[in-house]
């Protein structure tokens, strides 16, 4: 039947509109013919709609995919924001320890500087100081320095906090070095202080023997042999010895008479007085000011006296006190 379909021609007619000039126009179709036109027909509509559907299929595909990189585009900005800004934030924290680094660099040299200054009023050696070098084998090469462990990644919020926490450490270090400043400068205050009284205190030997002749108290007198009071320390040398000033002071007299022949009496404040008695000459003037250690006169035997020797006397508000306590030293350079 379908033979016979395709076999059969058909007839189209064309007519024009009644104002129309041309007349009725007729064609003939093969049924052959239209059955391929319709087939063909067919195969079009199929393509097209395949094409239409996975065109929209793929303008889905690429509405998701755009959707979704714009989203992972706005995701790596916000993650580059956040970078930039703790990186911001980091080199603003390494600026601020920087500065707290460059105060605490000051500090630690007045404190260097305070610390030698107070080491030299001790006495205390300040070149002995410790060497910090990495160790070596028998051949002086120096160790491999191990080093391992177990690998644990860090955030930028464990190096942000480890920031804040190294920013909180330098402020307490700079606090505790102020306060350390200041006690260093109340023990270097403290120790010119010390040193001060130690300098105006008759603490030396006033000659370079140390045998006592004669000492403080009650004696038999050498002249007479009658009980006698003893003020002071009669002190055995050669005559030309030199005598030493035992403490910083002003001489206050220079004089000679019967008893203590050629004498020098110095004033170091705080109500103590020094005497040197029987020299044989004075080396000082009256208003001179001395220096613990300074030679003032030399040993002799003027006055009442039965051989060269050194009287040194201490007096303290006016009363003579036994001067043994403070012979505790010899002169620098001794």
Do not use: C
């Not at 990186?87 to 600026?95: G, P």
């Not at 500090?107 to 500087?113: A, D, I, S, T, Y």
């Not at 035997?301 to 006397?313: K, P, V």
Request: hydrophobic residues 35%; without cysteine; proline residues 4%.
């Amino acid at each position: 039947m379908k033979l016979k379909w395709m076999r059969k021609k058909f007839t189209f007619m064309v007519i024009p509109d009644a104002d129309g000039n041309r007349g009725v126009v007729r064609f003939r179709v093969h049924g052959l013919l239209l059955y391929i036109l319709s087939f063909i027909l067919l195969v079009i509509l199929i393509f097209s709609s395949i094409l239409y559907i996975v065109h929209w299929k793929s303008t889905g595909v690429n509405s998701f995919l755009k959707k979704k990189l714009s989203g992972q585009e706005l995701q790596f900005t916000q993650t580059v924001t956040a970078k930039d800004t703790t990186i911001e934030q980091l080199q603003n924290k390494v600026i601020e320890l920087s500065q707290q680094a460059n105060e605490i660099k000051s500090k630690v040299g007045e404190m260097e500087k305070l610390d030698a200054e107070v080491k030299s009023l001790t006495g205390t050696d300040t070149k002995a100081k410790a060497s910090i070098t990495p160790p070596t084998d028998k051949n002086g090469d120096p160790l491999v320095q191990g080093k391992g462990g177990t690998l644990i990644p860090v955030t930028d919020e464990d190096i942000s906090t480890l920031a804040d926490q190294t920013s909180s450490d330098y402020m307490n270090l700079s606090r505790q070095m102020t306060e350390m400043f200041g006690s260093l400068e109340d023990t270097k205050k403290k120790a010119l202080e010390s040193l001060h009284l130690l300098q105006i205190t008759p603490t030396i030997w006033p000659v370079d023997a140390r045998y006592i002749s004669s000492g403080f108290g009650y004696r038999i007198d050498p002249f007479t042999y009658a009980p006698t009071y003893h003020s002071g320390l009669d002190i055995a040398a050669s005559t030309g010895d030199p005598v030493f000033v035992t403490a910083d002071g002003t001489v206050v007299s220079t004089d000679y008479d019967s008893q203590r022949g050629n004498n020098i009496i110095v004033d170091h404040t705080n109500g103590i007085r020094t005497l040197y008695l029987h020299l044989s000459k004075i080396l000082v003037a009256k208003g001179d000011k001395l220096t613990k250690g300074q030679k003032i006169g030399l040993v002799g035997s003027t006055g009442r006296s039965t051989g060269a020797h050194l009287h040194y006397e201490l007096k303290k508000n006016g009363v003579s006190v036994d001067p043994t306590p403070y012979l505790k030293a010899s002169r620098k350079g001794d």
